[in-house]
């Protein structure tokens, strides 16, 4: 997917989407709650969750396969009531009938819509050959390998020609390397254009597969489960496992799904939620970065001699330190500053993907942070004045100060995508608002 995706035609929408279970014992369960995805030609997009935030059912969802109890889903700008020839959907557990062989499978849905039978015969046969199973037609199930019955099942939902693949942990219950290998001719054949689909959806529960596969991953929490973040992936494909982008971005992603369980223990976890934030600017946090990682410090230094270094007075040096320590890319250490792990990929990495892993250390390390953007999260337009954040401020640490916490919050928060300042009116919002204007010069 390339930078100007948001042009794209959109094909699966939602919008406000909730689902509500009732248990055995009477008693309802919240497991979807206000999700707003839309889905575009051209991408691929994978979904991560932990174990009962919906993955399955969202998908289910989108498949037409169960309605949903509040929102709207929109295909091709039009409501979903049902199953649609434009959506094929991939299951788990393959969910082929044993008794028919391949061919018949591949053929059912076609079956269903009362096409004749040479034209599905012929065109069951070419998904067939696509997916790798030429051959095979007549075979039954049970004589086939787990690798060989997925391929069947995505044969199955490529013969009706789908705008949209969803595939829901469709490589989970394959070997490792059969999965791979599986994953990869997908892959191969998306690249190739030789698939019949514009857009697919991949509910995974490996962050690298997702990281290996898509132009967009989501990231679902529970409880009740909604999107609560998402990264762009922007390397070319084929990507390799063992690359230091890809293992870079497994690391953000890997962030970005325990950022969840994170803000919970800090917000049970005693600690203030108002501090000082060290008046640092991004410039200032990264060139020091930069020449803690270079030699002759290699990652770690006293302080004195990185202030010779970087050429930099006390007065910005000292801050933009303990900024690093306070996002957990660095530590301080009786006058030493050290780069941990996280702080040298960062260091690594390019200007986009240094900017998504600033801002979930900023959610994660800094209360402060992650309490706006909860706030703005509650809120319907997602918008808020900025007077109440003051106020909570002052009192902690006077008007002067608040003022100086606050203007380096926005500007952390701004270049991290954790959300977005209006300078004239002094209006926080989510990112991505088009009223909102830069920042002065």
């Known amino acids: 997917m390339t930078r100007d995706a948001s042009q794209r035609t959109a094909i699966l929408e939602l919008q406000g989407v909730g689902k509500r279970f009732r248990s055995t014992d009477g008693h309802e369960r919240v497991v979807l709650e206000g999700v707003d995805f839309t889905l575009r030609e051209g991408e691929v997009v994978s979904m991560l969750g932990k174990s ?4 399955s059912t969202l998908l289910r969802i989108m498949a037409g396969l169960i309605p949903a109890d509040a929102g709207q889903v929109h295909y091709r700008g039009q409501p979903l009531q049902g199953p649609v020839r434009g959506i094929g959907m991939v299951f788990q557990s393959f969910a082929l009938f044993p008794w028919l062989t391949v061919q018949q499978n591949v053929e059912l849905g076609l079956e269903a819509r009362g096409m004749p039978a040479p034209e599905r015969a012929q065109k069951a046969a070419a998904a067939i050959e696509l997916i790798g199973l030429d051959g095979f037609e007549g075979a039954l199930p049970r004589e086939l390998s787990g690798g060989m019955r997925q391929r069947v099942g995505i044969a199955r939902a490529l013969v009706i020609e789908p705008d949209v693949l969803l595939m829901d942990e469709a490589f989970s219950a394959l070997d490792v390397l059969t999965g791979e290998l599986l994953r990869d001719d997908i892959l191969k054949l998306w690249r190739s254009g030789a698939l019949p ?19 967009r991953v989501l990231v679902l929490g529970s409880d009740p489960g909604r999107i609560r973040s998402q990264l762009a992936i922007w390397l070319p494909r084929p990507r390799r496992a063992d690359s230091e982008d890809v293992r ?25 939620l108002v501090e000082r934030l060290p008046r640092a600017d991004i410039a200032r946090i990264d060139g020091l970065a930069e020449h803690l990682a270079r030699p002759p410090f290699e990652g770690h230094a006293d302080l004195p001699a990185l202030a010779r270094e970087a050429g930099l007075p006390d007065g910005e040096l000292l801050p933009a330190a303990h900024a690093l320590a306070l996002l957990g890319l660095a530590h301080l250490d009786s006058g030493d500053l050290h780069l941990t792990p996280l702080g040298s990929r960062y260091v690594a990495a390019a200007r986009p993907l240094r900017q998504e892993l600033f801002g979930q250390q900023l959610l994660t390390q800094v209360p402060l942070a992650a309490h706006v953007r909860h706030a703005l999260e509650a809120e319907d337009e997602g918008r808020l004045p900025q007077e109440p954040f003051l106020r909570l401020l002052a009192q902690e640490l006077g008007e002067a100060e608040a003022a100086h916490a606050l203007r380096t919050l926005v500007a952390w928060a701004r270049h991290g995508g954790v959300f977005e300042y209006d300078y004239h009116t002094g209006i926080l919002s989510l990112p991505s608002d088009p009223d909102i204007d830069p920042a002065p010069e």
Do not use: C, F, N, Y
């Open 52 to 55: 009962g935030s919906g993955k």
């Open 197 to 215: 689909t514009k857009a697919m959806l991949v509910v995974s529960h490996s962050i690298e597969e997702a990281v290996l596969m898509a132009d």
């Open 248 to 272: 870079l971005l497994v690391d953000v992603v890997s962030a970005l799904v325990t950022a969840g369980a994170a803000r919970r223990l800090q917000d049970s976890a005693p600690g203030p």
